[in-house]
């Protein structure tokens, strides 16, 4: 059974640092792509940041500059390091992995998710 489990949350006062980080068990394969969510009280989850199986990343406009994503695809593994965090970036943080593959003719992804690990951030 895959599963992925988060860790590195917490609190921190504004303009402090946290590092997430997720790993995955029960996997024989490698996801194509691994990423961060967020979801605030009372809002829609939302993407924070992105990579791919080709080391491409993309972030969410509001995290730019202030958070990097990285990871180990070999062992599926993702971290998310914050920088400067603001009282705008309190959420449950929530790990994301996507497996794609061609299953006969038809390309198929499977997706999971992880438990989630809360950030806040004080002002």
């Known amino acids: 059974q895959v599963k992925l489990v988060e860790s590195g949350g917490g609190l921190v006062q504004t303009g402090g640092s946290l590092r997430l980080a997720c790993y995955a068990s029960?996997?024989?394969?490698?996801?194509?792509?691994m990423a961060w969510y967020r979801q605030a009280p009372g809002k829609e989850r939302e993407l924070v940041a992105r990579?791919?199986?080709?080391?491409?990343?993309n972030y969410a406009d509001s995290v730019k500059g202030r958070f990097t994503i990285s990871g180990d695809r070999a062992s599926n593994t993702v971290y998310l390091q914050m920088n400067n965090l603001e009282p705008e970036d309190t959420a449950v943080y929530y790990c994301?992995?996507?497996?794609?593959?061609?299953?006969?003719?038809?390309?198929?992804?499977?997706?999971?998710w992880g438990q989630g690990t809360q950030v806040t951030v004080s002002s």
């Open positions: 994301f992995g996507r497996r794609s593959a061609v299953v006969g003719e038809r390309a198929q992804n499977w997706e999971y």
């Open positions: 990579i791919s199986s080709s080391r491409t990343r």
């Open positions: 029960g996997t024989t394969f490698s996801f194509n792509v």
